[in-house]
């Protein structure tokens, strides 16, 4: 494998979540630090988690998400919380604003690194043209993997762990609704116009996502 490895989902020998599901495959700590993580993403990563999980008790799971209901399914905290024997799983939400950012680190013996554009979800495994960088470590030490691991740290200093109201719907909902409602201020008056009808949309789907 070369020095840096890049890879997207439309030309190459590897996809997006091909190359993400290689971190689960060597022991230590992982953490996803993500805008979006949708069930259908979850559910290809799954067996690769749960095989993580359970080879080794010291193996951890940290995720970092935006807590509202449009980036994060309480579907996914709520299997994650039941195959976590031993206090392996460790949910995190950004509570300051809109997290944009994509991070895939593993640490440990055999530590990694994958950085780019891609959110988990099934649009950025499937269609969207994704872009990201895997950089493996040659141990512990590795000087190109601890810049990351340093801004997670930092970014786990102003989060704080999901509960299980974060996941009660009507908070979610709210939490989605302050988040487009923050977006349309930054955009001119113009731009929201036009984006009206998305806004409609907005609120059907939220209205059948509080009712389903």
């Known amino acids: 494998m070369a020095d840096v490895e890049l890879v997207n989902n439309r030309w190459g020998d590897r996809t997006v979540d091909e190359q993400l599901r290689t971190l689960f495959e060597e022991d230590g700590t992982i953490y996803l630090v993500t805008g979006f993580f949708t069930y259908n993403a979850y559910h290809t990563l799954r067996p690769d988690i749960e095989a993580f999980l359970s080879r080794s008790s010291e193996n951890e799971l940290v995720i970092v998400v935006g807590p509202a209901a449009d980036q994060f399914s309480a579907t996914i905290a709520r299997d994650l919380w039941r195959l976590d024997s031993g206090d392996q799983v460790h949910l995190h939400k950004y509570p300051d604003g809109f997290l944009h950012a994509k991070l895939y680190v593993r640490t440990g013996e055999k530590p990694a690194v994958i950085i780019g554009s891609a959110n988990l979800t099934q649009v950025a495994f499937e269609q969207n043209l994704e872009l990201s960088a895997y950089v493996e470590g040659t141990g512990p030490g590795d000087e190109r993997i601890a810049p ?60 059948l996502f509080l009712f389903s």
Do not use: Q
């Not at 990351?148 to 930092?154: L, Q, S």
């Not at 719907?169 to 116009?193: E, I, Q």
């Open 148 to 207: 990351f691991v340093d801004w997670i740290d930092d970014l786990l200093e102003v989060c704080e762990p999901i509960t299980r109201r974060d996941l009660f719907k009507p908070v979610m909902l709210a939490r989605t609704v302050t988040n487009w409602a923050k977006k349309g201020k930054l955009l001119p008056s113009r731009a929201v116009f036009g984006h009206r009808a998305s806004y409609v949309v907005l609120v059907i789907l939220l209205g």
